[in-house]
């Protein structure tokens, strides 16, 4: 099979999906690969050291689409990239369909094939695709709190950590998932108070015997979130909202609760989601204030630490890469079926249940799709 390895052009996206190491392991099992020019450089990957693992370095996107049959990248498809699309093509990548409505009709219409990282699962019921970036984008949103705490940026000047004889901040945080433990691994390390909200009790049990005891671990009912608003300073929502849902774990009119100047760190950047006032930003632009509190919903925080979450990227899709590059797409989708949960489109049809619902489009499940039931 000939995998292309996309250049980013997502704003401040610095991340690769694929290391000169990775390449290498593709070029051992017979297959071609072709690298986009430059798309290792944020990551600290020269094109020499993909050319010395084997890969055909590519000048521009248009040829690396061209000449692909699974095209293996980090973002979205964005809007420029929409008229490389074309049927059999196959995309590995984090799609996150839900949230693009105009991304999921290009791959209907193209017929191309899309197999998203985030809904890839495992034996245990987790998202192992997801949870690398997880974790660096939990310590990376409290790296963000830190930075939008302060008045140079237009925050309320509370420094995030404790300093003797003043008020020791408190930071609270929806999610005892992989997300949620970063940032609070971070936020206590800083001598903050820091206050983790969960359904699962597993998760709180389990953040227990890895947490120092300034984390405060609450079973997640209206009457704690309540309470932990009213006097948090940061509210750090670390928690995949359904796809399906059209409810709020926050509303708008709970953001009342919050001390005026407060900050909303939404990791999970759900639009409209956990958050009802959270909608999407980038790096350049990053902040917002909704309710007299300032909202930081950068959708890929791991970007901004692309020499950590590239090589964590890699080592968790790589072997799935793999399997579709060795077995062809259609059978690694039929013998794995925890890839195959993943799909999102095949031969124009969509295989999403959770993106269906949402945007009230007709959808097969990928069974169907693949010839494996009536």
């Keep these: ?22 390449v290498k392991e593709f070029v051992k099992r017979g297959h071609t690969v072709l690298v986009e020019k430059d798309a290792g450089i944020g990551s600290g990957f020269s094109n020499e050291e993909y050319i010395a693992q084997g890969a055909e370095i590519v000048e521009t996107a248009e040829e690396l689409y061209k000449r692909s049959e699974l095209i293996y990248k980090v973002k979205e498809i964005l809007e420029e990239e929409y008229k490389y699309l074309r049927e059999d093509l196959i995309v590995f990548t984090y799609i996150h369909s839900n949230a693009h409505r105009e991304q999921t009709d290009k791959f209907l219409e193209s017929k191309a094939i899309g197999i998203a990282y985030e809904d890839v699962y495992d034996r245990n019921g987790g998202f192992p ?59 206590a390390a800083f001598g903050n108070k820091v206050t983790i909200l969960d359904v699962n009790t597993d998760n709180l049990e389990h953040a227990k ?45 709970m953001l009342k609760l919050i001390k005026p100047n407060s900050l909303i760190v939404d990791v999970s950047c759900d639009d409209n989601g956990a958050i009802e006032t959270s909608r999407s930003t980038s790096h350049d632009d990053p902040v917002y204030v909704e309710e007299g509190i300032t909202h930081y919903v950068v959708d890929n925080i791991p970007a901004a630490f692309p020499q950590t979450s590239t090589y964590s990227l890699c080592n968790a899709t790589l072997p799935f890469a793999l399997q579709i590059a060795d077995k ?12 195959r949960r993943g799909l999102t489109s095949y031969e124009g049809q969509l295989t999403l249940e959770e993106t269906g619902k949402k945007q009230d489009r007709p959808y097969i499940s990928p069974e169907k799709a693949l010839g494996m039931e009536d």
């Design 209 to 253: 015997h890895i947490l120092p005891p300034n984390v405060e671990l609450l079973y997640s009912d209206e009457q704690n979130l309540i309470n932990c608003l009213k006097r948090t300073d940061v509210l750090m929502n670390c928690i995949l909202w359904p796809k399906w849902r059209t409810d709020h774990l926050v509303s708008r009119e």
């Design 328 to 339: 062809g797409v259609k059978q690694a989708l039929i013998d794995n079926k925890y890839l």
């Design 1 to 22: 099979m000939i995998a292309g390895i996309a250049k980013e052009i997502k704003n401040n996206e610095y991340r690769v999906a694929c290391t000169p190491n990775g």
């Design 129 to 187: 695709l997801l949870k690398p970036m997880s974790e660096i984008a939990g310590k990376g949103g409290f790296i963000a709190a830190l930075n939008f705490s302060q008045s140079i940026h237009g925050g309320n000047g509370l420094m995030l950590a404790r300093v003797h004889g003043v008020r020791t901040p408190e930071i609270t945080i929806i999610g005892a998932g992989n997300a949620g433990l970063g940032a609070a691994e971070l936020a």
